[in-house]
């Protein structure tokens, strides 16, 4: 069921206070120092001095002049992150405090916070077996709280889930290279050649989301469970200790391929729980990045 305006506004505003206090507190200056830019552009010539990078050198200027000079650059700042949100069946389970679709919000929007302060571009891509909705990059924090606001109030959309047509979108609508954000559960098939294809164009950063009942049952005896993205019930009897360690073992085997697949493409992951804050695994995060680019 979709959330009532009254329930949706205090979500929203929950989020907004959490995460300001958080990016204010810890995050701002981490992401200040990842997230430095996609390239150069020329600023200036100057003439050249004892030291200067000799690669560097405008030999236009330098024949036109009569002595060397050379090229200066400046950081192109700007950037732009797009969030990929999976808001299929499976993004309204939540056993403990927190359902992944609330997850996937309050993580977008701290991220989304961060890049408003540093004058970055933020947008959106909803999608489940089809794209919902679009968000064009806008520098605003009224684009921040509606991002976060489209992303808690799509739950009447929550059918199957559909990456590969989820990254192909977003690498027609976004031309030139961005941040992008993947948040979902990853509960598809077949989408190796789109999420290579996104993460050679992109920075492609994959936000698995997981639950802890979705890798272990408890022993609650016989349950009648549905599949939130088919809508098919089944039963199960949870109080076989066969059935919970087989269930185990295939959620874990599971999460081995995706690592495996996230590694050998080389996508940077951010693994997010639904019962644990999520502020240690953005630290992590930061914390890789900055280690393997020396910022």
Same mark, same amino acid.
């Given at each position: 069921m979709p959330l009532q305006p009254s329930e949706l506004m205090k979500q929203v505003r929950r989020i907004r206070i959490a995460t300001a206090r958080l990016v204010s507190e810890q995050f701002a200056g981490a992401y200040h120092s990842v997230f430095r830019g996609q390239g150069i552009e020329f600023h200036e010539v100057r003439e050249y001095l004892p030291g200067d990078d000799v690669r560097t050198i405008d030999w236009n200027v330098t024949a036109r002049m009569g002595r060397p000079f050379v090229k200066r650059f #400046? *950081? *192109?700042?700007? /950037?732009? /992150?797009l969030f990929l949100a999976d808001i299929s069946g499976s993004q309204s389970f939540g056993s403990r405090h927190r359902t992944k679709a609330e997850r996937t919000a309050e993580i977008a929007g701290l991220l989304a916070l961060s890049a408003a302060l540093n004058q970055d571009k933020v947008g959106l891509i909803l999608f489940s077996d089809r794209?919902?909705?679009y968000l064009k990059p806008a520098r605003s924090r009224t684009a921040v709280l509606r991002l976060v606001r489209e992303v808690l109030a799509a739950e009447e959309t929550r059918h199957g889930t559909d990456l590969s047509a989820a990254l192909r979108f977003a690498c027609k609508v976004q031309k030139r290279r961005a941040i992008l954000f993947l948040i979902s559960d990853f509960m598809d098939e077949n989408f190796e050649k789109p999420l290579l294809y996104a993460a050679r164009r992109h920075d492609l950063i994959a936000c698995p989301i997981i639950d802890p009942r979705e890798q272990d049952l408890p022993p609650a005896g016989l349950l009648e469970c549905r599949d939130p993205e088919s809508n098919e019930t089944f039963w199960m009897d949870t109080s076989s200790p066969t059935l919970r360690r087989r269930f185990h073992k295939a959620a874990t085997e599971r999460q081995s391929r995706l690592d495996a697949l996230f590694s050998r493409l080389g996508i940077d992951t951010i693994r997010i729980r639904t019962d644990q804050p999520f502020a240690a695994a953005l630290h #992590? @995060? @930061? #914390?890789r990045r900055q280690k393997r680019t020396g910022k």
């Open positions: #400046a *950081e *192109e700042r700007e /950037l732009t /992150l794209i919902v909705r #992590a @995060f @930061f #914390a």
